[in-house]
């Protein structure tokens, strides 16, 4: 059974920094591909970044510079650095794996077979 647990969410004033935790069991992080998607009130799902099985990371042009995505490979787990947090990062954030693929082809977020639980990323101004 898969289970994606995350932690590290909550509220932030403009400027400052959270790092967000995936912890994964039932799969290896390593060779799936994995993403941090957000859905902020009233608007859709979408991808912030993602890793590939092989590494190959990427993030949304507007968080580019301030978010990073990285893994642990011994602690099995995805991790979300965001720096410089911005009131209009506020959302519910959700990290996500694919399930038959280590490449991230598609990052649309029916693309994606298992979720972790969300948690809220609050930025007040």
């Known amino acids: 059974q898969v289970r994606l647990v995350e932690s590290g969410g909550g509220s932030v004033q403009a400027g400052g920094s959270l790092r967000l935790s995936c912890a994964a069991s039932?799969?290896?992080?390593?060779?799936?591909?994995m993403g941090w998607f957000r859905q902020a009130p009233g608007k859709e799902r979408d991808w912030v970044a993602f890793?590939?099985?092989?590494?190959?990371?990427g993030v949304k042009d507007s968080v580019k510079g301030r978010f990073t995505i990285s893994r642990d490979a011994a602690k099995n787990t995805l991790y979300l650095q965001m720096n410089s947090l911005k009131p209009e990062d506020t959302a519910m954030y959700s990290c996500?794996?694919?399930?038959?693929?280590?490449?991230?082809?598609?990052?649309?977020?029916?693309?994606?077979?298992?979720w972790g639980q969300g948690m809220m990323v609050t930025v007040s101004s």
């Open positions: 039932g799969l290896i992080v390593s060779r799936h591909c």
């Open positions: 890793i590939s099985g092989p590494g190959t990371t």
């Open positions: 996500a794996a694919e399930r038959t693929t280590p490449y991230c082809r598609n990052l649309a977020p029916n693309q994606f077979e298992y």
